[in-house]
C-alpha cells in the first residue's frame, strides 16, 4: 500500500507562508482525489484543500485566496503553499489520497501529520 509522509510544517509568524509536502513511497496516480485535512486544537479535523486526478481543486472558505493545492504526479507529490497565514491557521495539517469509483471510497491513505504553528 502506498504511504503518505508529510514535511514543511513548523513555526511562522502571521502574514508568513510555509509550503507543506505529501510525498507518496509510489505512484499516486491511483488516488482519483487527494487532499489536505487540519486538526486544530480542540475542533474537528475539516478539510481544508482537496485535488482531484484531473486537476480540479477545491478549498475551504476561509482559506480561499491565500492557499493552493497542487500536485506533481512525476514526483508523487501533493503541495499545500500556505501564504498569508493567521493563528487560526494553527493546527495538524495532514495528506489524504483516495482511490473512489463511482462517488464510493474503496481505499484511503493518511499521513501521519505536519504541524503548523503561526504565532508571533
Known amino acids: 500500500q502506498v504511504q503518505l509522509v508529510e514535511s514543511g510544517g513548523g513555526l511562522v509568524q502571521p502574514g508568513g507562508s510555509l509550503r507543506l509536502s505529501c510525498a507518496a513511497s509510489g505512484s499516486i496516480l491511483s488516488f482519483n482525489d487527494m487532499g489536505w485535512y487540519r486538526r486544530a486544537p480542540g475542533k474537528e479535523r475539516e478539510l481544508v484543500a482537496s485535488?482531484?486526478?484531473?486537476?480540479?481543486?477545491n478549498l475551504v472558505d476561509s482559506v480561499k485566496g491565500r492557499f493552493t493545492i497542487s500536485r506533481d504526479n512525476a514526483k508523487n507529490t501533493m503541495y499545500l503553499q500556505m501564504n498569508n497565514l493567521k493563528t487560526e491557521d494553527t493546527a495538524v495539517y495532514y495528506c489524504?489520497?483516495?482511490?473512489?469509483?463511482?462517488?464510493?471510497?474503496?481505499?484511503?491513505?493518511w499521513g501521519q501529520g505536519t504541524l503548523v504553528t503561526v504565532s508571533s
Open positions: 489524504n489520497g483516495r482511490t473512489t469509483n463511482w462517488g464510493k471510497v474503496l481505499s484511503e491513505v
Open positions: 485535488i482531484i486526478s484531473g486537476g480540479r481543486t
